[in-house]
């Protein structure tokens, strides 16, 4: 009984976080909510698409997407091609305009670029999203792959090094609360999908200052983080230090990097 009442408690907070509420909203937008429908559907299907299959994904009929993508077109951020329509490039404007507004991000970055010099290897700051972490800066290692290279790229927080340093500073009802309605998926054949088990990383995490992972979003991959705080102590993000296990044993990796991260991070608890 009581894992069943967990599983609707995860249902419905899953629902709560995913619907927007505009039953009573007299400001929301539907029509501007319906446009970032359209570009939203693109997250399932990177690549151009047609409108049958903008509006399969978006749940939008193919009149109002044709409309939806005329319009996006005309402003650049979506481009007509002979596939289907795809995404422009006025978008990484805004993203670029998101970057460098950014305080955090702003601060973050010398710190992150000394950390990078210091270890060699990858480093990366992640800002704390409820069920994922959110990749803003990656300073690159030797080894190059696409996804590593990728800003705006999201990972679940239950099972990623930088996602378990951030639980780690929260209550324990809040902890559960994000564990219940994560999707707790295996992304490696190592990644921890036991609620107990998750727990268990979470524990040492609080008395080590920061979190290990070992082939659980990326095979080949050790990972430690610590998590970066504001001025209250509420984690608003993490700093990763990512390196391949063709290179380290992990005791030699975290005895390396953990002394380093977590010195970064704690550099950056002003916000």
Known sequence: MQEQARARRKRSGAQAKDKPQTGEDRLFVEALSRGFKVLEAFSQA??????????????????????????????????????????????????????????????????????????????????????????????????????????????????????????????????????????RRKLTPRTTVEIDQILARIEEVRTSGYSLAIEEVLVGEVAVAAAVLDRSGVPIGAIH???????????????????LVSAAAAGLRQF
Not at 241 to 258: K, Q, T, Y
Request: charged share 25%; with cysteine; hydrophobic share 40%.
């Open 46 to 183: 990177p690549r151009p698409m047609s409108l049958a299959e903008i509006a399969s994904i978006s749940g939008i009929d193919k009149s109002g997407v044709q409309r939806i993508v005329h319009t996006l077109v005309q402003l650049g951020y979506l481009d007509k091609q002979q596939e289907g329509a795809a995404l422009g490039r006025k978008l990484l404007d805004r993203s670029f305009d998101y970057l460098r507004s950014n305080p955090i991000i702003q601060q973050a970055v010398p710190v992150l670029a000394d950390l990078r010099r210091t270890v060699q290897e990858r480093v990366d700051l992640s800002l704390f999203d409820d069920l994922t972490m959110h990749y803003v800066v990656r300073m690159q290692s030797k080894r190059d792959t696409f996804y590593a290279h990728l800003v705006g790229r999201r990972v679940p927080t239950f099972c990623s090094s930088g996602g378990r340093s951030v639980l780690s500073h929260l209550p324990d009802d809040q902890v559960m609360d994000i564990l219940l309605r994560s999707d």
């Open 241 to 259: 230090v990512a390196g391949s296990l063709a290179e380290w044993a992990p005791d030699d990796f975290v005895a390396r990097a953990g002394p």
